[in-house]
């Protein structure tokens, strides 16, 4: 059974610690996204990658950092946590193309910031 | 201002009653996605629709993608306490395969 796999279900971590969300997929997708999802705003793109050592903005990077040091995985930073950065995170990936293969999401991290 | 426009937000109905939900957009679209999320997991793919008038049937779950390719319905049939979860419809608006998501409508079947 193919799987995404995030390393935590639930973190609590303090205002200002640096913290790592990690992801890593068996599937050999070259395509991995972060999101964050709240309540009435869906999910929003935070950073994604098509590629080792690539990553691309998304549409709220602001806060955030990611690193892919090899196909599979796929690290999502906060440099320096804060209140607002309390959500459930998302990781996804799929093989290139352009849209019509479905996203294979993990579990999800639900992250509070104290 | 959301992307994907899904309605209602909230739906809750009796078991075996038929419903509709919305996804609609300003932007035209290659394609779109519909999935399923339950609590505590991450969504999981229902379905593409990728001509516009096209219509894909799931068993009891019936996907339309308008003419235009700007909007998109999921109507159930006979819903069962099994269809409960959070429907998202998904587009990629820049052809380039990062998806955005609408935020979603919950829907609650009752037995």
């Known amino acids: 059974d193919v799987k995404v796999t995030q390393s935590s279900r639930y973190l609590v971590k303090r205002t200002g610690e640096k913290v790592f969300l990690e992801c890593v997929q068996d599937?050999?997708?070259?395509?991995m996204f972060w999101y964050r999802q709240d309540p009435g705003l869906g999910l929003r793109l935070i950073y994604f990658?098509?590629?080792?050592?690539?990553?691309e903005k998304g549409d709220i990077p602001e806060g955030y950092s990611v690193s892919r040091e090899k196909k599979e995985r796929f690290s999502l930073i906060l440099e320096s946590a804060s209140t607002n950065q309390t959500s459930m995170y998302l990781c996804?990936?799929?093989?290139?193309?352009?849209?019509?293969?479905?996203?294979?999401f993990g579990s999800g991290t639900r992250l509070t910031v104290v | 201002t959301q992307l994907l426009e899904q309605s209602p937000q909230f739906l809750s109905i009796q078991e075996g009653e038929n419903l509709t939900v919305y996804c609609n957009s300003s932007?035209?679209?290659?394609?779109l996605q519909w999935y399923r999320q339950e609590p505590g997991e991450g969504p999981v793919l229902l379905v593409t629709?990728?001509?516009?008038?096209e219509v894909k049937k799931l068993k009891r779950l019936t996907f339309q993608f308008g003419d235009a390719r700007k909007d998109s319905s999921l109507h159930i049939t006979a819903a069962q306490p099994g269809d409960t979860g959070l429907y998202l419809c998904?587009?990629?608006?820049?052809?380039?395969?990062?998806?955005?998501f609408g935020a979603g409508t919950r829907l609650t079947v009752k037995p």
């Open positions: 998904a587009g990629d608006p820049y052809n380039n395969n990062d998806m955005r």
């Open positions: 599937m050999d997708h070259e395509n």
């Open positions: 629709v990728v001509t516009g008038g």
């Open positions: 990658s098509y590629d080792v050592k690539m990553k």
């Open positions: 996804a990936s799929t093989p290139p193309g352009q849209g019509n293969y479905g996203y294979t």
């Open positions: 932007s035209v679209f290659s394609s």
